[in-house]
C-alpha cells in the first residue's frame, strides 16, 4: 500500500529521531491527568497509526486525482459552496477518520493531539 508517510525520509526522521516525545506527550497529554494516554509509547503509537492512516489516504485517494480535483474547481450556488463530487468524497473520508478535530481536547470531541501532527498532516497532503 501506498504512503506518503512511509516514503518520506524526512518526516520519518522527525517522527524517529527529531521529536522528543516524551516531553511533547506530557505537555500534550497535561502531565497524564484528564483520563488520555497511559504513557507517551502508547500516544506514540496512536499518533504513527493516525499519521500512517492519512499518509495512505493522501497517496491513493487524493494525489491520483489531484489534476481532476484542481480542474473541476469549488462553485458558488445560490450562495452555497458546491464541492465537486471526488473532493465531496475526500471531505467525507477526512470526516469519517475524524481528521479534522485531531488537535481538539477530548473534552471537545477532539483526539487531543499535539499541533505537530497536524503540521505533518498538512505535508501529507501539499
Known amino acids: 500500500m501506498a ?33 488520555g494516554f497511559a504513557d507517551p509509547d ?25 489534476l481532476q480535483i484542481d480542474r473541476e474547481s469549488v462553485a458558488l450556488e445560490n450562495g452555497e459552496v458546491i464541492f465537486p463530487p471526488r473532493l465531496a468524497g475526500i471531505f467525507e473520508t477526512i470526516r469519517g477518520l475524524e481528521l479534522h478535530g485531531m488537535c481538539l481536547p477530548r473534552e471537545l470531541g477532539g483526539q487531543n493531539a499535539p499541533m505537530f501532527l497536524y503540521y505533518i498532516g498538512t505535508e501529507l497532503f501539499a
Open 3 to 35: 504512503s506518503f508517510l512511509k516514503d518520506n525520509e524526512d518526516l520519518r526522521y522527525y517522527l524517529d529521531k527529531g521529536i522528543d516525545w516524551a516531553t511533547l506527550v506530557s505537555v500534550t497529554e497535561r502531565r497524564f491527568g484528564l483520563g
Open 42 to 66: 502508547e500516544a506514540k503509537q496512536f499518533y504513527d497509526d493516525s499519521l500512517e492512516l492519512l499518509g495512505e489516504l493522501c497517496a491513493e485517494q487524493v494525489a491520483p486525482h489531484a
